[in-house]
């Protein structure tokens, strides 16, 4: 499978705790974004990548919230002392370095702080 | 925040064309439109995506007017399986390709 893979599918955490997702991109894609998206809800940007740099995050990124792409393949969204609030489907997404690109999405990681 | 409208919901006859449209009256010279869709519980999928020439590929068409403020995805032959939320998004290469996502169109595919 070539597509962008996250993982964990799932995480039940209690408040408070810290959590950390991974996103695969696709091989050659040099961006990588992430997304939130609650119930009923558009999904809603948070942070992309172009290789390592990350070049933007957004207001919705707060300080408990913080991204990686170390070596520029892989990434990892970290959330420190988890709120309910937090709680939601995190989107990885990934395309071509291009002026021009289609994002694809994986499948996402549904987080449930309780 | 998104810049285009989309209707909340919409029905459309199995094997019947489903047209779906979108307002993106702010939209600037370089953004372009891109469409896709959200099956329940799964990430959101690529449709298609054009700048001001109508475009054609094996899951749908995408017309965009002449003065590019509105667009319409046409699904030609639609099934049960393309009932999903359909987003349309305007995007540009100077801004990353971010793309802000509003609530979309949920289509459902009736039998």
């Known amino acids: 499978d070539t597509g962008v893979s996250q993982n964990p599918r799932h995480k039940i955490t209690k408040r408070g705790q810290n959590v950390t997702f991974r996103c695969d991109p696709i091989s050659e894609h040099n961006r990588l974004y992430w997304y939130r998206q609650t119930l009923g809800q558009g999904p809603e940007f948070l942070t992309y990548f172009q290789n390592e740099a990350q070049l933007e995050k957004s207001r919705l990124l707060s300080d408990r919230f913080s991204a990686e792409r170390p070596k520029g393949s892989f990434s990892t969204l970290e959330i420190q002392r988890t709120e309910q609030g937090d709680s939601a489907m995190y989107l990885c997404?990934?395309?071509?370095?291009?002026?021009?690109?289609?994002?694809?999405f994986g499948q996402g990681t549904r987080l449930t702080v309780v | 925040d998104a810049k285009t409208t989309q209707p909340t919901s919409m029905d459309c006859a199995e094997g019947r064309a489903a047209n779906l449209p979108c307002n993106h009256s702010t939209i600037s010279g370089n953004e372009y439109v891109y469409w896709y869709r959200q099956i329940h519980s799964q990430g959101p999928q690529y449709i298609i995506h054009?700048?001001?020439n109508n475009e054609t590929n094996e899951m749908a068409s995408l017309i965009i007017t002449e003065d590019r403020k509105s667009s319409t995805l046409i699904l030609p032959h639609a099934t049960l399986r393309d009932t999903a939320v359909y987003y349309c998004?305007?995007?540009?290469?100077?801004?990353?390709?971010?793309?802000?996502f509003g609530t979309g169109t949920s289509l459902t595919v009736i039998p």
């Open positions: 998004i305007v995007s540009g290469a100077n801004t990353g390709n971010q793309f802000y």
């Open positions: 997404a990934s395309s071509r370095d291009a002026g021009v690109a289609e994002a694809f």
């Open positions: 054009g700048l001001k």
